[in-house]
């Protein structure tokens, strides 16, 4: 249940807090006072489009916030979704609108757009007037003919999805082998040649080409590197017949060092402290002139060995430019062909066992579609004569309501049925598609009928309902009044009207009023009580809120309401 919304700098709105009660919360207000001004911030908060262009003129940013009373499906979720602000359970959805775009919290954790999708499913459903329309979509009748199915229908409609699904894609692989013979052969030879071609490279390390250009380079400069290597060595060793290695060596003069230092520690033992790091030196270098000779014999000169690495080198490189840009991209083309080699091969063979696939695939959607439809004409069969017990109660009482199911030539995903609302206002008069006939008031009633049925098994706690009576007088009226107030006993309802009928009914009821100065435009609500509340529905009624008759009449609409409740 939604217990308040807190609206600030959001288009004409400036700040304005409103606590909404279980039951019926009416909102009335002058045309243009600002009424759907609350709705878009409650759509809004809830993921509904918005953009800066609803940030109040002056501000920087909107911010809405909107705490509710969850319900245990809604807890489940938050639990689920790890999302639960404290053990209360209370559920606080908030939306700041910059200029740049916007951010939506769930108990003060940033969410996605999906997310709030599926909260909002579970914490309100909204219909309004110009919504009545989508009566006459035959995909929407079919939606909501499927949601009251019970969970052995539902199954049936995800087999039917699935297998569909399945079918088109064996299609879809089926269209791809059946190409002309000639194509067929072109594409065959092209994908054998480039398979060839790179079988032919044998590659199996993807990192070859990266290793062999190291190698290569260190060949090319095998003789620098063992010159630059042997003077090194001969320096440290005393070796060699270069003028730097005549003479004492490195290491002989380190280890005469050592030795003079060891002899004079005997006499001052804190020499120790410059014995030890000679110690290791004399180590390390030892290490390195063994370490150089190894290099120096591990050299390879031969120019056969840099020819081949060469040759493979430009073999590889040509292979990445045609399947690259890396080796591993052209071992995947390889591997790839291999696959696309073998279908077009036995494209014949193959193109066969997909249409045994599609056929037994096709079968099986004709029979599970057709069980789904049987299961719809029962469904149809029920809520049509709900439908029509409601409608006698929203004063159509001789109007006769059928759901025709007619058979497509194809199934589809949704199975093979589609559906169409028929409706005959009148006795003596054959029953006709809503698109045709229904006026925007029927439509109205009509979609109060089906939205009364679907809320006595429906969990979303809130309904909203957007001057749905728009259109309406007399005993419409008055059927419309009692069958929103029998649905809040339920549901949460917040109804937007003008007829004062209907706001007598409230168990709450909301003013929104727009207020001008020479500068600036504002949007406030207040609850109205009391004498309030009767001016209200005067001025509603008779356009003056302080007369004896406009307060008389107000006076009775309430008193009716209240025996309406009882």
Same mark, same amino acid.
């Given at each position: 249940m939604l217990e308040s919304l807190e609206i600030k700098d959001f288009a004409l709105i400036e700040q304005i807090k409103i606590d909404w009660k279980n039951g019926l919360n009416i909102l009335t207000g002058e045309t243009g006072a600002g009424k759907s001004i609350v709705m878009d911030a409650l759509s809004?908060?809830?993921?509904?489009?918005?953009?800066?262009?609803?940030?109040?003129?002056?501000?920087?940013?909107?911010?809405?916030?909107?705490?509710?009373?969850?319900?245990?499906?809604?807890?489940?979720?938050?639990?689920?979704?790890?999302?639960?602000?404290?053990?209360?359970?209370?559920?606080?959805?908030?939306?700041?609108?910059?200029?740049?775009?916007?951010?939506?919290?769930?108990?003060?954790?940033?969410?996605?757009?999906?997310?709030?999708?599926?909260?909002?499913?579970?914490?309100?459903?909204?219909?309004?007037?110009?919504?009545?329309?989508?009566?006459?979509?035959?995909?929407?009748?079919?939606?909501?003919?499927?949601?009251?199915?019970?969970?052995?229908?539902?199954?049936?409609?995800?087999?039917?999805?699935?297998?569909?699904?399945?079918?088109?894609?064996l299609l879809a692989e089926l269209s791809e082998l059946e190409i002309?013979?000639?194509?067929?052969?072109?594409?065959?030879?092209?994908?054998?040649?480039?398979?060839?071609?790179?079988?032919?490279?044998?590659?199996?390390?993807?990192?070859?080409?990266?290793?062999?250009?190291?190698?290569?380079?260190?060949?090319a400069h095998a003789r620098v590197l063992e010159e630059s290597v042997s003077t090194a060595r001969g320096l440290l060793n005393g070796e060699g017949d270069s003028e730097e290695a005549n003479g004492k060596s490195t290491i002989d003069s380190l280890q005469e060092a050592l030795a003079c230092l060891e002899k004079a520690e005997r006499y001052d033992s804190t020499l120790q402290a410059l014995t030890e790091p000679l110690k290791t030196s004399l180590f390390h270098l030892e290490e390195a002139i063994a370490e150089l000779r190894r290099y120096r014999d591990s050299l390879d000169i031969d120019p056969e060995t840099l020819n081949q690495i060469e040759t493979r080198l430009s073999v590889l490189t040509g292979i990445k430019k045609k399947y690259g840009p890396t080796l591993q991209a052209a071992i995947e083309t390889r591997d790839s062909l291999t696959v696309e080699i073998d279908n077009l091969t036995r494209s014949s063979e193959k193109i066969e066992e997909?249409?045994?696939?599609?056929? &037994?695939?096709?079968?099986?959607?004709?029979? /599970? #579609?057709?069980?789904?439809? %049987? !299961?719809?004409?029962? @469904?149809?069969?029920?809520?049509?004569?709900?439908?029509?017990?409601?409608?006698?109660?929203?004063?159509?009482?001789?109007?006769?309501?059928?759901?025709?199911?007619?058979?497509?030539?194809?199934?589809?995903?949704?199975?093979?049925?589609?559906?169409?609302?028929?409706? &005959?206002?009148?006795?003596?008069?054959?029953? /006709? #598609?809503?698109?045709?006939? %229904? !006026?925007?008031?029927? @439509?109205?009633?009509?979609?109060?009928?089906?939205?009364?049925?679907?809320?006595?098994?429906?969990?979303?706690?809130?309904?909203?309902?957007?001057?749905?009576?728009?259109?309406?007088?007399?005993k419409a009226l008055q059927a419309v009044r009692d069958k929103l107030s029998v649905l809040s006993r339920s549901h949460q309802i917040l109804c937007i009207t003008h007829q004062p009928i209907i706001a007598a009914v409230a168990d709450n009821h909301i003013e929104v009023a727009k207020r001008q100065t020479a500068k600036d435009t504002s949007v406030s609500v207040r609850a109205l009580t009391g004498d309030e509340r009767l001016k209200q529905l005067a001025q509603m009624a008779s356009g003056e809120g302080d007369t004896k008759a406009a307060l008389d009449f107000a006076r009775a609409l309430v008193q009716q309401a209240e025996q309406i409740r009882q």
């Amino acid at each position: 249940m939604l217990e308040s919304l807190e609206i600030k700098d959001f288009a004409l709105i400036e700040q304005i807090k409103i606590d909404w009660k279980n039951g019926l919360n009416i909102l009335t207000g002058e045309t243009g006072a600002g009424k759907s001004i609350v709705m878009d911030a409650l759509s809004a908060v809830l993921g509904g489009k918005v953009g800066p262009q609803f940030i109040r003129i002056g501000a920087e940013r909107s911010k809405i916030e909107a705490t509710f009373q969850p319900t245990p499906r809604v807890e489940a979720w938050l639990k689920r979704e790890e999302l639960v602000d404290d053990e209360s359970m209370t559920l606080v959805v908030s939306r700041e609108i910059t200029k740049t775009g916007s951010k939506v919290r769930i108990n003060g954790t940033i969410v996605n757009h999906s997310h709030l999708q599926e909260l909002r499913a579970l914490l309100i459903t909204v219909h309004a007037q110009h919504e009545a329309r989508t009566l006459m979509s035959p995909q929407s009748q079919l939606e909501m003919l499927d949601s009251l199915g019970t969970d052995a229908h539902r199954k049936m409609i995800d087999e039917v999805r699935t297998v569909y699904a399945q079918r088109k894609e064996l299609l879809a692989e089926l269209s791809e082998l059946e190409i002309s013979e000639q194509e067929r052969t072109r594409r065959l030879d092209f994908a054998t040649f480039q398979f060839e071609e790179l079988s032919e490279a044998h590659l199996t390390d993807a990192e070859e080409d990266e290793r062999l250009s190291h190698d290569h380079n260190k060949l090319a400069h095998a003789r620098v590197l063992e010159e630059s290597v042997s003077t090194a060595r001969g320096l440290l060793n005393g070796e060699g017949d270069s003028e730097e290695a005549n003479g004492k060596s490195t290491i002989d003069s380190l280890q005469e060092a050592l030795a003079c230092l060891e002899k004079a520690e005997r006499y001052d033992s804190t020499l120790q402290a410059l014995t030890e790091p000679l110690k290791t030196s004399l180590f390390h270098l030892e290490e390195a002139i063994a370490e150089l000779r190894r290099y120096r014999d591990s050299l390879d000169i031969d120019p056969e060995t840099l020819n081949q690495i060469e040759t493979r080198l430009s073999v590889l490189t040509g292979i990445k430019k045609k399947y690259g840009p890396t080796l591993q991209a052209a071992i995947e083309t390889r591997d790839s062909l291999t696959v696309e080699i073998d279908n077009l091969t036995r494209s014949s063979e193959k193109i066969e066992e997909i249409k045994g696939e599609a056929d &037994a695939l096709y079968q099986r959607l004709i029979k /599970q #579609s057709e069980s789904l439809s %049987a !299961s719809r004409k029962k @469904l149809a069969a029920d809520l049509a004569s709900k439908v029509e017990k409601e409608l006698k109660d929203l004063g159509m009482e001789r109007a006769s309501f059928q759901i025709a199911v007619e058979k497509l030539t194809e199934p589809s995903g949704s199975g093979i049925d589609r559906l169409e609302f028929l409706i &005959a206002p009148n006795p003596g008069q054959p029953p /006709q #598609s809503l698109a045709k006939i %229904a !006026s925007g008031g029927e @439509l109205s009633r009509i979609m109060l009928a089906v939205k009364s049925i679907f809320a006595r098994g429906d969990y979303v706690p809130t309904v909203i309902f957007d001057e749905i009576d728009t259109g309406m007088s007399g005993k419409a009226l008055q059927a419309v009044r009692d069958k929103l107030s029998v649905l809040s006993r339920s549901h949460q309802i917040l109804c937007i009207t003008h007829q004062p009928i209907i706001a007598a009914v409230a168990d709450n009821h909301i003013e929104v009023a727009k207020r001008q100065t020479a500068k600036d435009t504002s949007v406030s609500v207040r609850a109205l009580t009391g004498d309030e509340r009767l001016k209200q529905l005067a001025q509603m009624a008779s356009g003056e809120g302080d007369t004896k008759a406009a307060l008389d009449f107000a006076r009775a609409l309430v008193q009716q309401a209240e025996q309406i409740r009882q």
